[in-house]
């Protein structure tokens, strides 16, 4: 846990920090969410900070084995919010789900291509080759994803299909993806930090594509990776509620920027499994992704044009997204 100097310094720099909830007036919430990946650092961060607390709200965390189940929990009742890519809402959405997107966890794409060893060896490129080339030499490789709807897929679907390559993406929870590379049941791998970086480490993978380290194309960029979701129903009755998960949100993102030691030292005691030095890169890598919340609808607009990329679904052309963003508070 922070001490209180450091929570104060930070609050210092960002006023809205030290708004505090009574003890009594803090909500519990069960938030489903598709992994357990650094899409969702920032929550990690806030749980550690006590900054959901400040803000009235105490999130309880739900893993579930895809954005898709995530999604079953929400529009079941389950969860009050659900956590999972934009594309996981759109396609709710496409089938006549009344769900809403609340807020953006984790601006940019998340997902890094990793080969096994033995399969790299064998393409005509390299990892250090063009992006052009090592997109091209995908050619014909199975390469797992969580889910058709995941936002692991569509752009790295978007780019490889442009590129010329025509690849297999099975669905696999992103745990499973380790061994099934071993194994050599899959050929490749599109996961999140630390998912993504076990194979690595134990050297049966290699990094084919950085994500966060920009080896996209911009048109197969997307806006977020990891969005805030809840039913429509859900955020008419209690707006206040998802106005203090926003506001917590926001805080999280300042404290972030105004104080990165103490939130580098809180997004290691959130995943205390991983080594130092594992905490140190993600942070250094991805720490801004975490600081912006909220989307635009040009955003969406982009999420839907790569989800219809990627899947075949009636439905989606017909979709408003402005109606699904739920406004930051004023």
């Known amino acids: 846990m922070l001490n209180r100097r450091a929570i104060l310094l930070s ?28 899409v969702l650092g920032g929550v990690r961060i806030g749980e550690q900070t006590g900054l959901f607390e400040k803000n009235g709200l105490k999130p309880r965390i739900v893993v579930m084995d895809s954005g898709n189940a995530a999604m079953s929990a929400l529009i ?28 953006s966890l984790y601006r940019g794409f998340a997902g890094f291509v990793v080969l096994s060893k033995a399969v790299a060896a064998k393409l005509p490129a390299k990892p250090d080759s063009p992006l052009h080339d090592r997109l091209k030499a995908l050619d014909g490789l199975a390469i797992a994803v969580p889910s058709a709807t995941s936002a692991l897929l569509a752009p790295i679907r978007t780019a490889v299909t442009e590129a010329g390559a025509k690849v297999r993406f099975p669905y696999m929870a992103q745990p499973a993806m380790v061994s099934a590379l071993e194994t050599g049941a899959i050929d490749g791998m599109v996961a999140a930090f630390p998912f993504a970086g076990t194979p690595i480490l134990k050297g049966t993978g290699v990094l084919w594509l950085d994500g966060p380290g920009g080896d996209l194309p911009d048109f ?30 926001i805080d999280i993102g300042s404290f972030i920027q105004a104080q990165p030691d ?12 991983l080594a130092a030095d594992e905490i140190a890169l993600a ?12 989307l635009s609808v040009a955003d969406m607009r982009q999420e839907l044009k790569l989800l219809q990329s990627s899947v075949d679904l009636p439905g989606l052309a017909n979709i408003d997204v402005a109606k699904l963003i739920v406004p930051p508070p004023a």
Do not use: C
């Open 76 to 103: 079941g009742r389950s969860a009050q919010f659900a956590v999972a890519g934009p594309g996981e809402v759109l396609a709710a959405k496409a089938r006549g789900v009344d769900v809403v997107v609340a807020a």
């Open 11 to 38: 609050a210092a720099m960002a006023p809205a920090i030290l708004r505090t909830a009574r003890a009594d007036d803090v909500r519990e919430v069960t938030v489903a969410v598709s992994s357990t990946s650094f």
């Open 262 to 273: 103490a939130a580098r030292a809180a997004l290691a005691k959130g995943y205390p499994t």
């Open 220 to 249: 197969a960029l997307p806006s977020s990776s990891s969005t805030l979701h809840a039913t429509g129903e859900y955020v008419a009755a209690n707006m206040d509620t998802v106005r203090r998960f926003q506001r917590a949100l």
């Open 283 to 294: 942070f250094a890598k991805q720490k801004d992704n975490w600081t912006k919340p909220f």
